[in-house]
């Protein structure tokens, strides 16, 4: 009996851990960008857009494709440097135990 107890408050202890995270999620911001910070994004831990900078030396209609381009690799960027964050969090709340994905984490 005494494993079972002690192993339900692991448990309890991981459940505490792994809210804390969500918290911590939920109040996350990544930034990113491409063409040396020519564009520059920034999302949330739930991966959603927060802003967007531009630099004017882009608005031109025969830049139109470059910016697009920029655009795109700033917010995998941000989607990159966040996926790897949130990896790395979990890891240190885990303890490096896989199958936790039916939690509401994302990743």
Known sequence: MKNLA???NQAKNLEGKLR???TEI????MPGEAGAGLVKAVISGRYAVKSLYIDPSLMK???REI???LIIAA???ARAKLE???AKKMEGVTGGFGGLGG???PG
């Open 75 to 77: 917010l995998n960027d």
């Open 6 to 8: 002690e192993l339900m």
């Open 20 to 22: 804390d995270m969500q």
């Open 26 to 29: 939920d109040q996350l911001e």
């Open 84 to 86: 790897a964050h949130l």
């Open 67 to 69: 910016l697009e381009d």
């Open 103 to 105: 939690l509401g984490l």
């Open 61 to 63: 209609e025969s830049e």
